[in-house]
C-alpha cells in the first residue's frame, strides 16, 4: 500500500511541476515599439529588489542603437528615490520575450545575471500590460498612468492566478 501511495504522490509531484514550468502565454499581435517607454506599477509580487519600495514605481525601457533596450526603474522609499539601471536583451520581439540583467556589464557572461521577463498580456492600445516570468516568482501590473481601473487590475490578477501566480501576496501601490 504504502508503494502506491508513494507512487502516487511522485506522480502528482510530477504533474504539479509540469504544470508550473508550462510557458506563459503570449500576447498576439504583440509589438516591443508600442512597449518602449514608462511604466507606472500598479501591483506586484512582493520581491527582495523592490522591498525598500513604498510607492511612485516607474519603469522605463528605451531602444538602443545596438538593439538592446535601456532599462530605468525608480520608486519612492521612506528615505526619498530610489533608481536601479539595467539593460535588457530580446529573446523573441514578438512574443514580448525578454532577458534583463541589472548586475554590471562585465559580469553579462554570467547566464545567470539574466533574468526572464515575459509580457504575458497587454491592453490593445498599451494602456496596461501584466509582466512576469517562468517560474511565478515574478510579476508585475504595469499601466501608463499612475492608477488605472480596478476591474482591469483585477481582470488581469485573475489570469495570473490561472496561469499559477500566488496573486494572494499582490502588493497594490
Same mark, same amino acid.
Given at each position: 500500500?504504502? *508503494? ?6 511522485? /506522480? ?10 508550462? @510557458?506563459?502565454?503570449?500576447?498576439? $499581435? ?9 511604466? &507606472? ?18 519603469? $522605463? *525601457?528605451?531602444?538602443?542603437? $545596438? ?26 520581439? @514578438? ?16 547566464? &545567470? ?14 494602456? /496596461? ?12 501590473? /504595469?499601466?501608463?498612468? +499612475?492608477?488605472? @481601473? ?12 490561472? *496561469?499559477?501566480? +500566488? ?5 497594490? @501601490?
Amino acid at each position: 500500500m504504502s *508503494y502506491i501511495a508513494a507512487l502516487s504522490t511522485t /506522480l502528482a509531484t510530477i504533474s504539479i511541476a509540469a504544470i508550473a514550468s508550462e @510557458d506563459l502565454p503570449e500576447p498576439p $499581435n504583440f509589438d516591443l515599439n508600442r512597449y518602449l517607454g514608462t511604466w &507606472h506599477e500598479v501591483a506586484r509580487l512582493p520581491n527582495q529588489f523592490q522591498q525598500r519600495c513604498i510607492g511612485d514605481v516607474t519603469a $522605463n *525601457y528605451a531602444l538602443q542603437t $545596438n538593439g538592446t533596450i535601456a532599462v530605468s526603474n525608480r520608486c519612492r522609499t521612506s528615505q526619498g528615490t530610489i533608481s536601479a539601471e539595467g539593460v535588457a536583451r530580446v529573446v523573441d520581439a @514578438d512574443a514580448g520575450r525578454l532577458e534583463v540583467r541589472f548586475a554590471p556589464a562585465w559580469l553579462s557572461w554570467l547566464p &545567470h545575471v539574466w533574468a526572464d521577463y515575459r509580457v504575458i498580456d497587454v491592453e490593445p492600445d498599451y494602456s /496596461l500590460a501584466m509582466v512576469g516570468e517562468a517560474g511565478r516568482e515574478y510579476l508585475w501590473i /504595469l499601466s501608463r498612468t +499612475p492608477s488605472a @481601473d480596478r476591474a482591469k487590475i483585477d481582470a488581469l490578477l485573475a489570469k495570473a492566478q490561472s *496561469y499559477g501566480f +500566488p496573486v494572494e501576496q499582490i502588493i497594490r @501601490d
